[in-house]
């Protein structure tokens, strides 16, 4: 669903992984200072799984880091566009953010469906329109493709 104003972004929940504490700190602020009051925090892709199968109520949008050493963000990507978390929507708006626009990266998570890439840092601005972007994004699930898909090391 797109956003239809500015301000819709403080509706959203959104999760957000990574395993820098400190990058972790500084996105939840950024996201709170657009109005997002609904924010889930995860240190690695594997916390973010067990997180995603948990949860209470519906993720809006997963901002997930690329490097991460217990499960980074394409394993996630691949997992979740799979159907592999159980009550979470395969085609859901998942960002990846990174530090670095390697083309591999690029080219494996364009290969499955990302909604959006965000290179850090990252700005409140760059923030909104990725996010805003990202929601109007949609594109047809192809399961048997993602499974298909090798993941670079990180």
Do not use: W
């Not at 400190?22 to 602020?29: H, I, M, S, T, Y």
């Not at 990846?96 to 690029?106: D, W, Y």
């Not at 364009?110 to 601005?125: F, I, M, N």
Request: with cysteine; hydrophobic share 50%.
């Amino acid at each position: 669903m797109p956003l239809t104003n500015a301000n819709a972004i403080g509706d959203l929940h959104i999760l957000i992984v990574d395993d820098d504490t400190v990058f972790l700190d500084l996105l939840q602020a950024l996201l709170q200072s657009m109005g997002v009051t609904a924010i889930t925090r995860a240190d690695s892709g594997m916390d973010a799984f067990g997180k995603l199968a948990a949860i209470d109520r519906v993720v809006d949008c997963v901002l997930c880091d690329y490097t991460m050493a217990k499960g980074n963000g394409l394993q996630l990507l691949q997992a979740i566009r799979m159907g592999k978390i159980k009550f979470f929507r395969p085609d859901a708006c998942f960002i990846l953010l990174t530090a670095s626009g390697e083309p591999k990266v690029v080219a494996t998570a364009a290969e499955l469906d990302v909604s959006g890439y965000l290179v850090k840092p990252v700005t409140p601005e760059k923030l909104r329109v990725a996010v805003t972007k990202a929601r109007a994004r949609s594109f047809r699930i192809d399961i048997p493709k993602y499974g298909n898909v090798a993941i670079p090391e990180a």
